[in-house]
């Protein structure tokens, strides 16, 4: 599997799993940092093709699942295990689309 296709599974499971975790209201605040540190985030932002806003929150987010211990099973798969769990997927539905579920 394409690192293009990988890059674009991991963004579609980010963007659902921030959407479920969306709150009504949002809460807005001033981050100061260093301007290297500021650099880094936007150039890995712009990689991930996201804002520099989503990123900062992606990686808060990450840093608390962590800490509780709720850390995602995605964020602890190997490239390998990742690949086969997408080829099974897909795979998956390929059957069910051709039994015509």
Same mark, same amino acid.
């Not at 659902?16 to 260093?34: L, R, Y």
């Given at each position: 599997?394409?690192?293009? %296709?990988?890059?674009?599974?991991?963004?579609?499971?980010d963007?659902?799993?921030? =959407?479920?975790?969306?709150?009504?209201?949002?809460f807005?605040?001033?981050?100061?940092?260093?301007?290297?540190?500021?650099?880094? #985030?936007?150039?890995? #932002?712009?990689?991930?093709?996201?804002?520099?806003?989503?990123?900062? *929150?992606? #990686? %808060?987010?990450?840093?608390?699942? *962590?800490?509780?211990?709720?850390? *995602?099973?995605?964020?602890? %798969?190997?490239?390998?295990?990742?690949? =086969? *769990?997408?080829? #099974?997927?897909?795979?998956?539905?390929?059957?069910?689309?051709?039994?015509?579920?």
């Amino acid at each position: 599997m394409s690192f293009g %296709v990988k890059k674009y599974i991991m963004m579609f499971i980010d963007v659902i799993s921030m =959407a479920i975790k969306k709150e009504k209201k949002d809460f807005q605040t001033t981050v100061k940092m260093p301007q290297s540190l500021k650099n880094d #985030a936007e150039r890995s #932002a712009n990689e991930l093709g996201i804002s520099l806003m989503e990123y900062i *929150r992606r #990686a %808060v987010q990450e840093k608390l699942d *962590r800490e509780s211990g709720a850390v *995602r099973d995605i964020v602890t %798969v190997t490239d390998e295990e990742l690949d =086969a *769990r997408i080829e #099974a997927f897909l795979e998956k539905k390929l059957a069910e689309k051709k039994l015509g579920k």
